[in-house]
């Protein structure tokens, strides 16, 4: 048995890609995309940083929604790229997205840890995190969807207490949104556009889990109509929840105290310990929440291609009980649990910035060879999300480029040896 069935809603399907942006966005790359913009920039660059991120991922967005209306397949932008430009094309998005959302669910994993164990657990229980959600995920995407809801109320419970904490006590100043304050050299990064775009890309790692709603496209209800609402529903909330964090975080800390912080939403709300309790409590759902969607989302990216033999194909099967892609969600797990306990928290999330830009660049190309009747959105938006997808891969850090583009040679090379034999 290798076919899902079709057991979401629209709202399913909006909480899962809510619960994948808010968890990785809100809690991981403020930080990151702060220091892009030090020692010469300002809150400005990092708010114009952010919404760069979010035009691009509009661009993106409406590129998947419009295919995933047309193809309403697990697998997402690896079957959209199969089918509209060519079988090479599709690897090249399946892997970039199974190796970029793999190191996802290492960087949400990892920010669950940070918040929520003990010094010197981290890891360990960050490995725990990761076997618990899969369990999850195991018994069926229902209970995932289920889950993800309950988690994404918590979150938004959680962001609500701590801005209006943070405001109150944390001596908020709009000021602060126009100067930059000392840096720590440690953290000095590049000014100019070229900062505000390796902010941006860093940022887009916060926007990606729309991704996630199109990868479920095989288990959505009437997928034509409601996955392109759920993409764009679920962007729409997650850039709100973004802008009003951003403005507090700076208004509170400055860019250099954004930049700084391991914890930026708990730095914010420092003077109030019962504030930083919800903080922390919010964190931890929020990863959770991020890492059960993304398992979901990687596992049926690696069912679809396990069903062409793009990869092993005993992992397309289908449990025949739960209706999940056990195999492929039980490898995803593994990989991500060796991932845990070797990876540092920054590299991961540039390097799936990497993978995911490679990702929707190659579903911008094949949205703009759409016509007819498939066509929802202007051809302009392509043209934006694919010039976004490559100016914010140039502009990450240089090490998650290198490494980036080192691991698609190879899964470039791999598929090349299979299909000479």
């Not at 889990?209 to 209800?221: N, S």
Request: charged fraction near 10%.
């Amino acid at each position: 048995m290798t076919e899902l069935a079709r057991r979401l809603t629209t709202s399913d399907a909006v909480v899962v890609g809510l619960s994948s942006m808010i968890g990785a966005g809100v809690f991981a790359a403020f930080a990151p995309a702060a220091a892009a913009v030090l020692p010469t920039g300002t809150g400005v660059a990092l708010l114009l940083a952010l919404g760069v991120a979010a035009v691009v991922a509009y661009g993106n967005a409406t590129s998947s929604a419009q295919l995933a209306a047309q193809y309403p397949a697990s697998g997402g932008t690896y079957v959209y790229g199969r089918e509209r430009l060519g079988p090479w094309w599709g690897y090249l998005a399946g892997w970039g997205f199974v190796v970029g959302k793999t190191a996802s669910c290492a960087a949400m994993a990892l920010t669950f840890a940070a918040y929520a164990a003990p010094p010197g657990w981290e890891r360990p229980v960050a490995a725990l995190a990761v076997v618990a959600l899969a369990a999850v995920n195991y018994r069926g995407v229902t209970r995932t969807a289920r889950l993800a809801r309950w988690i994404v109320v918590a979150v938004l419970l959680a962001l609500a207490v701590t801005v209006a904490v943070a405001l109150a006590t944390g001596s908020p100043d709009v000021a602060r949104l126009g100067s930059e304050g000392p840096a720590p050299a440690a953290l000095g990064g590049p000014a100019s556009w070229y900062g505000v775009l390796q902010a941006a890309g860093l940022l887009f790692f916060a926007f990606a889990g729309y991704a996630r709603v199109a990868t479920l496209g095989e288990e959505v209800r009437d997928p034509a109509r409601s996955i392109p609402r759920a993409i764009v529903g679920a962007l729409g909330g997650a850039v709100v929840v973004y802008a009003v964090v951003a403005v507090t975080l700076l208004a509170v800390l400055g860019l250099a105290g954004t930049a700084a912080a391991a914890t930026p939403l708990a730095a914010a709300v420092a003077g109030s310990p019962w504030a930083g309790v919800v903080v922390r409590v919010g964190a931890a759902a929020a990863s959770l929440g991020a890492l059960l969607a993304l398992v979901a989302g990687v596992g049926r990216t690696t069912l679809a291609m396990a069903r062409e033999g793009d990869l092993p194909r005993p992992l397309a099967a289908v449990h025949p009980r739960f209706g999940v892609p056990h195999r492929a969600e039980v490898a995803v797990a593994v990989v991500v649990v060796a991932l845990v306990l070797t990876v540092d928290l920054r590299g991961a999330i540039g390097f799936s910035s990497f993978g995911v830009l490679v990702y929707y660049g190659v579903a911008n190309l094949a949205a703009w060879t759409q016509t007819g009747a498939h066509r929802r959105y202007p051809r302009v938006l392509q043209v934006v999300g694919l010039a976004g997808c490559v100016a914010l891969c140039a502009t990450l850090p240089v090490a998650a480029v290198l490494t980036g583009a080192g691991v698609l040679v190879v899964g470039l090379a791999v598929r090349w040896a299979r299909v000479s034999r």
